[in-house]
């Protein structure tokens, strides 16, 4: 994204006072445009068929729709948008769930306001974006910490830390002196070996499993 171009952000959430609690803290947020803000899950996807969001902020209990079945098909619409889910609810299972549905991150509402534009910056950055108190939940003993765990060949530990870091393949690739192709055969190996679909569900077993 070019220097001049700024970030557009949309929010989508049905509560008056946080709608004006993120465009304030939005205001605050140099490069960053609120391109606009929605009560339905509906409303933003008919925006979002017309034009260009880079990040979402997304709540996921919505008066048509469930946000966690939208993270769907915001990523079908557009794959390039990433969706930070703000929510109230801090249960791993539907923080986990968020992250295999295509979610690029996950902040509570409660967070302070300069950890929510720590996250959003990170989002921007290409980065996996989690407030403080979800990383601590994921990291909580789930299902997956009593499955075996993956074991990794060196080169595997760096593509996992570099993904961690947002790096694309191609970074990667010029970083490591391999093969595009070769990194995304790692990639791949990677989210056989943690049983998951996308890399943020990678990142966050990752995590959970102290890898990262």
């Known amino acids: 994204m070019s220097q001049d171009k700024k970030v557009q952000l949309a929010v989508v959430e049905d509560h008056p006072i946080v709608i004006q609690g993120l465009k304030t803290l939005l205001e605050s ?20 068929k017309r034009k260009e969001v880079h990040i ?3 709540d996921i209990i919505l008066p048509d729709v469930n946000g966690i079945d939208l993270c769907l098909e915001i990523r079908k619409t557009s794959p390039e948008t990433r969706i930070l889910v703000l929510s109230n609810h801090a249960e791993r299972s539907i923080i986990m769930q968020t992250l295999q549905n295509g979610a690029s991150g996950y902040l509570l509402k409660n967070s302070p306001e300069e950890e929510i534009i720590s996250c959003i910056s ?5 980065e996996i974006a989690f407030s403080r108190e979800v990383k601590e939940i994921i990291a909580r003993p ?11 060949t060196k080169r595997e530990k760096q593509i996992l830390k ?3 870091e947002g790096k694309t393949s191609a970074q990667m690739a010029k970083e ?6 070769t990194v995304e055969t790692h990639r791949r190996n990677l989210l056989q070996k943690f049983e998951v679909k996308n890399v943020a569900g990678l990142i966050s077993s990752a995590i959970q499993q102290q890898f990262l």
């Open 29 to 48: 947020m140099e490069n960053t445009e609120l391109a606009g803000s929605f009560t339905t899950g509906a409303g933003f996807m008919d925006f979002l």
């Open 56 to 58: 979402v902020l997304l």
């Open 122 to 126: 990170d989002a921007m950055n290409g």
């Open 142 to 152: 789930g299902p997956a910490t009593f499955r075996a765990r993956p074991q990794l």
């Open 162 to 164: 570099l993904l961690g």
């Open 176 to 181: 490591l002196f391999l093969s595009p192709l």
